[in-house]
């Protein structure tokens, strides 16, 4: 099993190389998934990717194979941050596109404006430079209180899908994935993000980044994602229809279709 060592416990990561010979010298990609999700998360982009592209994908810390923080522990972006590194490293990446979704594209931005040299280009799905309020961290202790993970998961659900987003045994999957987070993990990863503003910095972000963000996140409007756009130096942006905050999941096609050609368009210039 591999893992990322670093001094706060082990980070698990998965590598899928298929490249094709001809194909080969692209930078590979690293994904950082959000609070709720997996590594498994990112399983329907491999195809429309895995042919030019080497791809790692990790757990993040506080959920998974990954180490499990005792409640008291002191989380920060600036650790995230590091975690993201210690996988690169781990798995061979010097220089890496990388992909974050939620909390991931918000380490992400914070990723390129701390080491910019090591990412080739930057991916944010359904994430943002602004953090989250205290309100909604209030509101879903109350959720894990009252009801426990699996209550605070079925509200989530709604937020991230419409009733016709999923199958059936693709819904059962997610929410399956979502409950198995532990509630401080869930509380503290949520609290990184209280009072997280990025935007004092955004313009030192040289890199091209691609944005995908639903139309209907109930957490993060498009006018915020639209500021973010507009800081960004070398940015595209796209607002995916009839979609909510598991974009990344319901739209996998179109978000590996629309990152693929994103990054083939790059390389040729």
Not at 112 to 132: D, F, K, M, Q
Request: hydrophobic content about 45%; some cysteine; charged content about 20%.
């Amino acid at each position: 099993m591999p893992l990322a060592e670093t001094a706060h416990g082990a980070l698990h990561y998965d590598i899928v190389d298929q490249v094709v010979p001809r194909r080969s010298g692209s930078d590979p990609v690293l994904f950082h998934h959000g609070i709720g999700a997996s590594a498994e998360l990112w399983t329907g982009w491999r195809p429309a990717l895995a042919d030019r592209y080497r791809l790692a994908a990790f757990d993040m810390r506080g959920y998974g194979r990954s180490h499990i923080p005792p409640a008291d522990f002191n989380w920060s972006l600036d650790l995230l941050v590091d975690d993201v590194f210690a996988v690169a490293d781990a798995a061979g990446l010097e220089r890496f596109h990388l992909v974050g979704e939620s909390i991931g594209g918000t380490v992400a931005l914070a990723a390129v404006l701390a080491r910019p040299e090591r990412i080739a280009s930057l991916t944010v799905s359904n994430g943002a430079h602004l953090g989250a309020s205290i309100q909604r961290v209030e509101a879903w202790r109350r959720q894990l209180d009252e009801g426990g993970v699996k209550a605070w998961s079925d509200a989530f659900m709604a937020d991230r899908f419409h009733d016709d987003a999923l199958s059936p045994e693709r819904w059962a999957w997610f929410a399956a994935q979502q409950e198995k987070w532990p509630r401080c993990s869930i509380l503290n990863a949520l609290g990184v993000l209280v009072g997280t503003d990025l935007t004092a910095r955004l313009r030192e972000i040289r890199c091209p980044t691609l944005l995908l963000h639903p139309d209907g996140s109930p957490f993060i409007p498009v006018p915020i994602v639209a500021e973010l756009h507009r800081h960004l130096p070398d940015a595209e942006l796209n607002v995916i229809g009839h979609s909510r905050h598991g974009l990344p999941y319901s739209h996998a096609d179109r978000c590996a279709m629309l990152l693929r050609a994103f990054l083939d368009s790059r390389e040729t210039g």
